[in-house]
């Protein structure tokens, strides 16, 4: 949200600006031939559109720490989770335990179910009777960033 | 026919979708000043903390009850907002966006099990978003929101009606006895557009319940109320006379939104658009005698196509207020104006008149005064007057980051969670 309380008084419509502003769009009128690209416009490639497949269910989240780093998945990574699909076994997942949110496999054969690292120095994470596991939602991708300069 | 669909503890829910250790606990939402409550969970409202509470009177049971006190994030409840609003547009051909977190749907033409298809959107919004809603269906506007209210509280009293209208109540289908005692379980208070100072004068005269309003005749209750009360009365009867876009106005605002048939980029169309919009806000205004202190213009891009998003609302406080629709429409494109960025496909825009007084209240005057000074004192006494009074809703966005860095109002927000959906450094974070 943004605010303009600093300024109380809105300031005067500014007609000259508005009489000034051109529409930039492809049907312009032009001399001479039509440009051959025109019947070939399309829309210039966009990652959102691999990483998101359901808008209004997908939240960025950051990663701390490195269980998951032989899927690929290293401490700092943003990982696109999708809460419209449904887990599955072998799902990448944001799990709830405890109250806490963890990234990993979901294991789920054999009526048994259980929270799996990629990084063999962490072991298996088995839920007590006590304790519950929720999917808070799946990982659908994840974000890396290097260093370029 | 109507659906509304209507977000439980809307605030409070927004902020457990990244808190889920919250879950289970009771949580209110704090005004912006943390001055008072304006959501509360459903286990902070079993605690008896009714809405609008002062802070400092229910404070101490943090310490006793473990109640945790967060501040309005209402950049991250906008967001929230408008992802359960696309989701619930799925519902039925036609939406109207009523409030930051109920909409109504028509339902015409809508085939099929409806009472089935609503529980399917109301399972869709909490797995998608994270949100639990409350589904009510009615012949009209008004029954939809009753039906709501039932769905709220069956959901939250077991007990109070029966546990099949939890969740989603379709009195459309109730027989025709259940119908009757599920109304007669109601007061009158609960019903949308009847005030309080009515529902006293209904009581008086005998009248409790819905069911006691509904048997009602018309004529009666025109010549001893209003034509206002005579068209909820008949409302509930089942008579459509609230159309989509043609609800009632809510108290402390007026909202005119609409969705383009195509995306906007350029800035004049969106100038004219929000215009249109104000003229047509400052009409509703003048009907019901009030006028607005200020104005708050936004504009989104659609939350189903791809590319970047924009998803902004900007509040322009009137130097004084005004119905006058030149003025209003002269806020509305600043307003615009200065919140624009090229290269954004808007799909949805609006304006919301703020902060309304009556009419009767406008004192004549000069335009003879220092502008500045005059604006100054009158903008903190409105703000103040808002937080007061009201305490909920919109209002406060005027003083959510604000840029005048706050040396009244600005800063008291100890308790704000990030913007997880907005900002990248707030992103909630997962341990791996």
């Not at chain 2, 943390?34 to 802070?55: F, H, T, V």
């Not at chain 2, 310490?63 to 609003?85: H, I, K, P, Q, W």
């Not at chain 2, 209003?226 to 043609?246: K, Y």
């Not at chain 2, 406080?317 to 090229?342: F, H, I, S």
């Amino acid at each position: 949200m943004y605010s303009v309380l600093d300024s109380p008084l809105p300031v005067p419509f500014d007609e000259a600006v508005e009489a000034l502003a051109l529409p930039m769009c492809g049907v312009s009128v032009r001399a001479g031939f039509p440009s051959p690209a025109d019947d070939f416009v399309v829309e210039r490639l966009d990652i959102m559109q691999l990483l998101v497949k359901h808008p209004q269910a997908t939240y960025f989240w950051r990663v701390r720490g490195d269980s998951m780093q032989d899927a690929g998945i290293e401490d700092g990574s943003i990982i696109v989770v999708d809460r419209a699909v449904r887990p599955k076994h072998g799902s990448i997942v944001v799990a709830l335990i405890d109250g806490e949110c963890t990234v990993k496999y979901l294991y789920q054969r054999a009526g048994r179910m259980k929270l799996r690292a990629a990084n063999p120095t962490y072991p298996d994470i088995i839920p007590r009777d006590s304790q519950t596991v929720l999917v808070w939602g799946v990982v659908r991708g994840c974000v890396k960033l290097f260093a370029t300069s | 026919m109507y659906a509304l669909v209507d977000g439980n503890n809307f605030y409070v829910s927004c902020e457990r979708v990244f808190r889920p250790s919250l879950d289970g606990r009771p949580v209110v939402v704090l005004s912006n000043n943390d001055g008072c409550a304006i959501a509360r969970s459903n286990e902070a409202k079993a605690l008896g903390i009714k809405m609008g509470a002062p802070w400092f009177q229910i404070r101490h049971m943090e310490e006793t009850e473990g109640l945790v006190a967060l501040s309005a994030n209402f950049t991250l409840y906008g967001d929230m907002s408008d992802r359960m609003m696309s989701v619930a547009a799925g519902l039925g051909p036609v939406q109207e966006v009523y409030s930051i977190d109920e909409s109504f749907i028509g339902l015409q033409g809508v085939r099929g099990d409806l009472t089935k298809r609503s529980r399917a959107m109301r399972e869709r919004i909490d797995r998608w978003v994270g949100i639990p809603c409350g589904v009510g269906i009615g012949q009209t506007k008004t029954l939809a929101k009753l039906a709501n209210y039932i769905a709220k509280t069956a959901e939250r009293k077991p007990g109070s009606y029966p546990d099949e209208l939890a969740q989603v109540c379709n009195l459309t289908t109730l027989p025709a006895q259940d119908l009757d005692d599920v109304l007669a379980a109601t007061l009158v208070e609960e019903v949308w557009g009847v005030g309080r100072k009515i529902s006293a004068q209904l009581h008086e005269g005998g009248i409790h319940t819905v069911l006691d309003l509904v048997r009602m005749d018309p004529a009666t209750i025109r010549r001893r109320w209003s034509v206002v009360l005579e068209r909820t009365v008949r409302e509930l009867q089942g008579m459509q006379c609230i159309d989509l876009d043609d609800a009632p106005a809510p108290k402390k605002e007026i909202a005119c939104t609409r969705s383009f048939g195509q995306a906007i980029t350029e800035l004049p169309p969106l100038v004219e658009a929000v215009s249109d919009f104000a003229s047509r806000a400052a009409e509703k205004l003048r009907k019901q005698g009030s006028l607005a202190s200020q104005l708050l213009v936004f504009a989104h891009t659609s939350p189903f196509r791809p590319g970047p998003r924009f998803n902004r609302s900007i509040v322009v406080p009137l130097r004084r207020p005004t119905a006058d629709t030149g003025k209003l429409v002269w806020a509305a494109a600043v307003g615009m104006r200065r919140m624009y960025e090229p290269g954004y496909k808007m799909a949805n825009a609006g304006v919301m008149l703020l902060d309304l007084v009556p009419g009767s209240v406008l004192q004549g005057e000069l335009d003879l005064e220092e502008e500045d000074q005059r604006d100054r004192t009158k903008l903190m006494v409105a703000l103040d007057t808002l937080n007061g009074r009201y305490g909920k809703g919109t209002v406060h966005s005027a003083s959510t980051g604000g840029t005048n860095k706050g040396k009244d109002w600005g800063m008291k927000q100890e308790r704000r969670t990030p913007n997880y959906t907005t900002k990248w450094e707030d992103v909630p974070v997962a341990r791996a």
